[in-house]
Nanobody, 118 residues
Framework: VQLQASGGGLVQAGASLRLSCAAS????????FGWHRQAPGKERESVGA????????YYSDSVKGRFAISRDNAKNTVYLQMNSLKPEDTAVYYC????????????WGQGTLVTVSS
C-alpha cells in the first residue's frame, strides 16, 4: 500500500493550495481518509477526514470554513483544498487511510510540507 501526498509548497498568507493523496495497493472505496499535520515542535493533529463515499466530512475547528476535503474514487485520490492560508497552517501534511469499521488509521503517506509566510 502506498499513499503519495503532493502539492505542498511555499505560499503567502491568504493564498490557496490543493494537496493530493494518491493511493495504490488497496481497494480505495473500502477506506475513509484523513488529513493530518505536524508543525515544527508540535504534536501531530487531525485536520479532517472524509468517508468512503465522500458523503461525510469532518474538520477540526482550526480549519473549518477554510479547508475542504474531497475524493475522486475513479482516480484513487483524496484532496485537501486549503484556502485563506495562515502562517499557523505551516506544517507537514499527511494523508492516512482507515478501513471501514476501524478507528485506527492503517496506512500513512510520507507527508508534504506546506509553508505559509506572513
Amino acid at each position: 500500500v502506498q499513499l503519495q501526498a503532493s502539492g505542498g509548497g511555499l505560499v503567502q498568507a491568504g493564498a490557496s493550495l490543493r494537496l493530493s493523496c494518491a493511493a495504490s495497493g488497496l481497494t480505495f472505496t473500502n477506506y475513509a481518509f484523513g488529513w493530518h499535520r505536524q508543525a515544527p515542535g508540535k504534536e501531530r493533529e487531525s485536520v479532517g477526514a472524509i468517508s468512503q463515499d465522500g458523503g461525510n466530512t469532518y474538520y477540526s475547528d482550526s480549519v473549518k470554513g477554510r479547508f475542504a476535503i474531497s475524493r475522486d474514487n475513479a482516480k484513487n485520490t483524496v484532496y485537501l483544498q486549503m484556502n485563506s492560508l495562515k502562517p499557523e497552517d505551516t506544517a507537514v501534511y499527511y494523508c492516512a487511510a482507515v478501513i471501514a469499521g476501524s478507528y485506527e488509521y492503517s496506512y500513512w503517506g510520507q507527508g508534504t510540507l506546506v509553508t505559509v509566510s506572513s
